[in-house]
C-alpha cells in the first residue's frame, strides 16, 4: 500500500447546447470517463461542471429560485458551490432550474420547480439538489424553459415539468412532475431542452423536434404544435443539435450549421430576419465543433477555439463589442482557446481551455461572474472560480482511501476512526474530505488506521491512530490534522504500514517509527518509538515499503533487504524466524528487482503477510503467507523464498493488498490474484485465484487496500472495486462493486 501514481493530464474539449443540453452522447461509461468541464448557461445564471476533483459544479448569477444550488435565494455575483453534489458528469442549467447527470444514471435538478421541472414528484422549488425520481441509465441531461429531459442509454428519452406545448413528448399537454417517457422516440444519440419544445439528434443523423412551434422551431415545414416527434425537414448528417426559445440549430459533420424557427432577430444566421419552419444554412460560418441557441441569438465554436454568434444583440450577448444585433455570425472578441461554449436567455459564456470562464451580456444579476453586476459586451473573466484539480496519487487503507491531487494538497474517505481522514474530526465520510492544513506535497500513503504524506521540501506529517507512535511526533496520542514527524529531514518515500511508518532518505538510508515487538523498525531491538530511528544496515535504498509487521527496502542494486515479523516467511530470507534488523532476500532467487511491496493484511500478527517484488523483465516475485494464493504461483502454499508470479508478463508495476496482490502491465492491463472474498480482484466474481486474473483495463497506476482497490486510468480518472461498507471509495455511497467502477469524487 501507499505507492505513489503519475500521471498525464490529458486536455479534452466537449460543447453544450443552451440549457447544457450535450453536443453529442456517447455510452454511460464513456460519457463519464471523458473528463472535461463543461458550461452551462440559464436564464440568467450560469454554472461549470468542474472536470476533476469532486465532479462538483458551481454557480452563479440571479438565485430567486435557488438555481445557484448552494442552500439560498441569495444572488452571487462570483461561482458558489452547489452544495452536496458530487460525481456529476454533466451540467444544465435552464430558465431558472438546473440539473445534473450523475455518474451511476441518475439526475439531480435543483431551482424553480413550480412546474415540476425538478422531476422529483413535487412542485416545491428546492435551493439545493433534489433526486430525480425513477430516472435511471440517463446518458445526457438538458434543462429547458420550465421543462427538463434526459437522454437513456438505450436511446429513448424521458421529461418531465411543464408540458401545455407537448414539450414533454408524451402524446399529451399534461405537465408531470416527475419523467415520462418520449413517444416513438427510438435511436436517440442527444436531447436538447428549449424553453417550450424540445428536440432529439438520431443515430443516423437525422433529427426530431415536439412541442411549441408557432415560429417553426420544430423544423417539420409547419407551424403546428406537436406533443409527439416530428421529422426536421431535410437535416441529414447532423451531429450535435440546440433548442433555444423559438429556434433550433444543428451544427452538420462538415462543420456547416443549420437552423430553423424564429428569425425575428436573425438568430439563424442566415442573413435574413424571416422566420423559417425548416433548416436554413448559417451564413459563412465554416469549422464549427460545437452549437448553442439561445432565447434569440445563437452561438458556434469554432475549432481553432474561437467563437462567433448571430441574432439579438440588444444587451451585448454577442460578444463583439457592440450592441447591434446581427443576422450574420459575428466574432466574439477578445475570445482565444475556447473548449465550450453556451448561451443563455439573453448572455453567453465559454469554457477556456486553461479551466478559466469568460461571459458577456446583461449583468444585473450577478450572471456573468465577474463579481460586478456591469453589463459588458465583450467577454470578461469568471472571478474566483475553485481552480480544478486531479488525483496523481492514491493510497488504500484498513477502510479509507486518499489520494494526492496535482495541487499538492490531499483528500481522504471512509471511515474516519482515530481521525484517520485527518480533517479535524472523527466523523466518517463517504465522500472525499481535504486533510487539513496539508500543502506542496509530493506523495501520500495511507496506513491500517493512519496515513502519512511527504512534502515537497524532504519533511513528513501524519495523522491518525498514533498508539505506538506510529506519527512519528514524540506523542503516542491520536491526531485527526496532520502533525510533523520529528527529525524526519531529507526524506525522498514514505509508507505508512500497520502500526509503524517508514521514510526512505535522500542518502539511501531509511528510518522507522512505530510499532516494533517483532523488530518491525529494523534498529536491532523491539521497543516501540514515537521518533524516527535509522534501520541498521541498509544504504542505497530507493525503495521502502511497510507491511503489518513487516517492512523492505529495494536496493540500488536490484536486491531487496527485509525486517520484522517473519512466521510464514514474509522477509524472504529462507526462514520464518523474526529479525529486528534487515536480512537479504535470498539472492538466489530475487535479482534485477525495480520495484517492491509489503502487504498489509490487517489481521493480528499479520497472519497473511507476504511481499512482493517486480523484476526489471516484466515478471515479479512473490514470498510468505499463501493462504488464498496471494503469491499467485498457482499453490496455496506459503513461500520463505520468493516463486514466480504464474504467467505473469509486461508488469510495470506491483502493489499488495490485504491478502491479495496486483500488478498494472505495459499494454494498460490490470491484473489481481488471491483473496477475492469482497470482489477485490475486480474480475467480477468473489472467487479466489492463486494465478493472475483480469481486473481491468485503461489502466495506468493501481493502489490496494485491505480489501478494495482503486486505479488512476489513462484519463486521470479513479476507479475502484472490492469492499466499499465504510465509503472508501468515496463516491457518496456505501455500494461495493466486483468490477472497476468510475469514481468523480477525487
Known amino acids: 500500500m501507499g505507492r505513489v501514481w503519475l500521471a498525464c493530464l490529458l486536455v479534452m474539449a466537449t460543447t453544450g447546447a443552451w440549457a447544457g443540453g450535450p ?34 459544479a458551481e454557480c452563479w448569477g440571479l438565485n430567486s429560485s435557488g438555481q445557484l444550488g448552494n442552500g439560498t435565494t441569495t444572488n452571487s455575483s462570483t461561482p458558489v458551490i452547489v452544495t452536496g453534489l458530487l460525481n456529476a458528469v454533466a451540467i444544465t442549467a435552464g430558465t431558472a432550474h438546473s440539473c445534473a447527470l450523475i455518474s451511476n444514471g441518475t439526475a439531480k435538478c435543483w431551482g424553480d420547480n413550480s412546474s415540476g421541472q425538478l422531476g422529483n ?46 414539450q414533454l413528448g408524451s402524446g399529451t399537454t399534461t405537465s408531470s412532475s416527475t419523467p415520462v417517457t418520449v413517444t416513438a422516440l427510438t435511436s436517440a444519440v442527444a436531447i436538447t431542452a428549449g424553453t417550450a419544445h424540445s428536440c432529439a439528434l438520431i443515430s443516423n443523423g437525422t433529427a426530431k423536434c415536439w412541442g411549441e412551434n408557432s415560429s417553426g422551431q420544430l423544423g417539420n415545414g409547419t407551424t403546428t404544435s406537436s406533443s409527439t416527434p416530428v421529422v426536421v425537414t431535410g437535416l441529414l448528417n447532423a451531429v450535435a443539435i440546440s433548442a433555444g426559445g423559438s429556434q433550433s440549430c444543428a451544427l452538420l459533420a462538415n462543420g456547416f450549421a443549420k437552423c430553423w424557427g424564429d428569425n425575428s432577430s436573425g438568430q439563424l444566421g442566415n442573413g ?63 475570445l482565444l482557446n475556447a473548449v465550450a461554449i453556451s448561451a443563455g436567455t439573453a448572455h453567453s459564456c465559454a469554457l477556456v481551455a486553461n479551466g478559466t470562464a469568460k461571459c458577456w451580456g446583461p449583468n444585473r444579476s ?33 477502510a479509507h482511501s486518499c489520494a494526492l491531487l496535482d495541487n499538492g494538497t490531499a483528500l481522504c474517505s471512509g471511515s474516519n476512526a482515530q481521525g484517520r481522514l485527518g480533517n479535524g474530526t472523527t466523523t466518517n465520510s463517504n465522500s472525499p474530505v481535504t486533510v487539513s492544513g496539508l500543502t506542496n506535497l509530493v506523495a501520500i500513503s495511507a496506513g491500517s488506521e493512519h496515513s502519512c504524506a511527504l512534502l515537497a521540501n524532504g519533511t513528513a506529517k501524519c495523522w491518525g491512530y498514533n498508539g505506538f507512535g506510529e ?42 517509527w512505530g510499532y516494533n515487538l517483532s523488530g518491525d523498525l529494523g534498529n536491532g531491538t ?93 515478471t515479479a516475485k512473490c514470498w510468505g503467507s499463501n493462504t488464498s494464493g496471494q503469491l499467485g504461483n498457482g499453490t496455496t502454499t506459503n513461500s520463505s523464498t520468493p516463486v514466480a508470479v504464474s504467467g505473469l508478463t509486461g508488469a510495470a508495476a506491483i502493489e499488495l493488498g490485504g491478502v491479495y496482490s496486483c500488478a498494472v502491465l505495459a499494454n494498460s492491463t490490470a491484473k489481481c490474484w488471491g483473496s477475492n472474498t469482497a470482489g477485490q480482484l475486480g474480475n ?29 486510468t489513462d484519463d486521470s480518472h479513479v476507479e475502484c472495486w472490492g469492499s466499499n461498507t465504510s465509503g472508501q471509495y468515496g463516491d457518496g455511497g456505501t455500494d461495493s462493486h466486483g468490477v472497476p467502477f468510475p469514481i468523480f469524487a477525487w
Open 23 to 56: 453536443a453529442a452522447a456517447a455510452s454511460h461509461r464513456a460519457g463519464a470517463r471523458a473528463g472535461t468541464p463543461t458550461i452551462a448557461v440559464g436564464g440568467t445564471h450560469s454554472c461549470v461542471l468542474m472536470a476533476q476533483t469532486n465532479r462538483t
Open 121 to 166: 414528484g413535487t412542485t416545491t422549488s428546492s435551493s439545493t439538489p433534489v433526486m430525480v425520481s425513477g430516472l435511471f441509465n440517463a446518458v445526457a441531461i438538458s434543462a429547458g424553459g420550465s421543462h427538463s429531459c434526459a437522454l437513456l442509454a438505450n436511446g429513448f428519452a424521458r421529461c418531465w415539468g411543464l408540458n401545455s406545448s407537448g
Open 272 to 334: 435574413t430576419l424571416t422566420n423559417s419552419s425548416t433548416p436554413v444554412t448559417v451564413t459563412a460560418l465554416t469549422s464549427a465543433v460545437a452549437i448553442t441557441a439561445g432565447t434569440a441569438h445563437s452561438c458556434a465554436l469554432l475549432a481553432n477555439g474561437t467563437a462567433k454568434c448571430w441574432g439579438d444583440n440588444s444587451s451585448g450577448q454577442l460578444g463583439n463589442g457592440t450592441t447591434t444585433s446581427s443576422s450574420t455570425p459575428v466574432v466574439v472578441t477578445g
Open 366 to 398: 450577478g450572471q456573468l461572474g465577474n463579481g460586478t453586476t456591469t453589463s459588458s459586451p465583450t467577454p470578461v473573466v469568471v472571478s474566483g472560480l475553485s481552480p480544478d484539480t486531479t488525483a496523481i496519487a492514491f493510497s488504500g487503507g484498513a
Open 471 to 512: 506519527l512519528g511526533n514524540g506523542t503516542t496520542t491520536d491526531s485527526s490534522t496532520p502533525v510533523a514527524v520529528m527529525g524526519l529531514t531529507n526524506a525522498v518515500a514514505i509508507s505508512a504500514g500497520g502500526f509503524h511508518s517508514c521514510a526512505v532518505l535522500a542518502n539511501g538510508t531509511a528510518k522507522c
Open 526 to 618: 523491539t521497543a516501540h518509538a514515537s521518533t524516527p530511528v535509522a534501520v541498521s544496515g541498509v544504504t542505497n535504498a530507493v525503495a521502502i515499503s511497510a507491511g503489518y509487521g513487516d517492512s523492505c527496502a529495494l536496493m540500488a542494486n536490484g536486491t531487496a533487504k527485509c525486517w520484522g515479523w517473519n512466521q510464514y516467511g514474509q522477509l524472504g530470507n529462507g526462514t520464518t524466524s523474526n529479525s529486528a534488523t534487515p536480512t537479504p532476500v535470498a539472492v538466489s532467487s530475487l535479482t534485477g528487482a525495480v520495484g517492491i511491496s509489503a502487504g498489509d493484511d490487517g489481521f493480528p500478527n499479520g497472519a497473511f503477510d507476504h511481499s512482493c517484488a517486480l523484476l526489471a523483465n516484466g
Open 684 to 712: 467480477g466474481t468473489i472467487t479466489s485465484s492463486s494465478t493472475p486474473v483480469v481486473a481491468g483495463s485503461n489502466i495506468v497506476a493501481i493502489n490496494a487496500g485491505f480489501y478494495h482497490s482503486c486505479a488512476l
